[in-house]
């Protein structure tokens, strides 16, 4: 079956960095997506790998290991505004479909 | 340029009724996506469109469940008849076409309908 998996919720203070991993086993990859929301919005696209290694953009980078099925969002020098939930999110075709993960609430303390 | 578009942002109904969501995609975006949220079953394809064609509906939960792409500019997620358990955030996004001088075709949401069946 699908299965993306990611931890629930995270808490951090600011100016700390804080790492969301996120392990997938699907039928099919095309690549994986992070996805951040703040509360009551939209998700709004954040990263994308489909090759091994690391993305690097601002604050935030992202990790992919395709043989270990294993991806991580990494936020640096953390804000307040960084509090919200990031999803995980495999591409399974390519079409562009994508199977999410429950996503990992991030709390942001002063 | 507008994002996606969409409407009602919010809906309230009685259990039984019709609902009938609608979207805008980006101008120039290939693909539409129907997803539904909820606290309980997270962030759930329902179908999506590669130019106003359906591709995959397997995430369409049950009949009740339809949707239509008539262009390129407008789709609609229709309910009927609606029950309690529908109640939940429905997302529409585009995305342009994948390979057109794009590693990759992100997705872009629209704000979401929140509806609720009563």
């Known amino acids: 079956g699908q299965n993306i998996d990611q931890p629930t919720e995270m808490t951090a203070t600011e100016g700390a960095i804080v790492q969301i991993n996120c392990t997938y086993q699907?039928?099919?990859?095309?690549?994986l997506f992070w996805y951040q929301q703040h509360a009551g919005e939209a998700p709004t696209f954040l990263s994308y790998?489909?090759?091994?290694g690391l993305e690097e953009k601002g604050r935030f980078s992202s990790f992919l290991s395709r043989s270990k099925g294993y991806s991580y969002l990494l936020l640096k020098e953390l804000q307040m505004k960084d509090s919200a939930s990031y999803l995980c999110?495999?591409?399974?075709?390519?079409?562009?479909?994508?199977?999410f993960g429950a996503g990992t609430q991030v709390v942001v303390t002063p | 340029d507008a994002g996606v578009i969409q409407s009602p942002r919010h809906e309230v109904t009685e259990m039984g009724q019709e609902v009938t969501l609608r979207c805008k995609p980006i101008?120039?975006?290939?693909?539409l996506f129907w997803y539904r949220q909820t606290m309980m079953r997270g962030l759930e394809l329902l179908i999506y469109?590669?130019?106003?064609?359906?591709i995959d509906d397997s995430g369409m939960p049950e009949d009740r469940f339809s949707a239509k792409m008539p262009n390129a500019s407008f789709s609609t997620l229709k309910i009927q008849p609606s029950e309690p358990r529908d109640s939940a955030v429905y997302f529409c996004?585009?995305?342009?076409?994948w390979g057109t001088g794009r590693s990759y075709n992100e997705q872009f949401f629209g704000p979401g309908t929140r509806l609720t069946v009563l």
């Open positions: 996004a585009s995305s342009p076409t």
């Open positions: 699907t039928s099919g990859f095309n690549g």
């Open positions: 790998n489909v090759l091994d």
């Open positions: 999110a495999a591409s399974t075709d390519s079409w562009g479909k994508l199977q």
């Open positions: 101008s120039g975006h290939d693909y």
């Open positions: 469109f590669n130019n106003n064609v359906p």
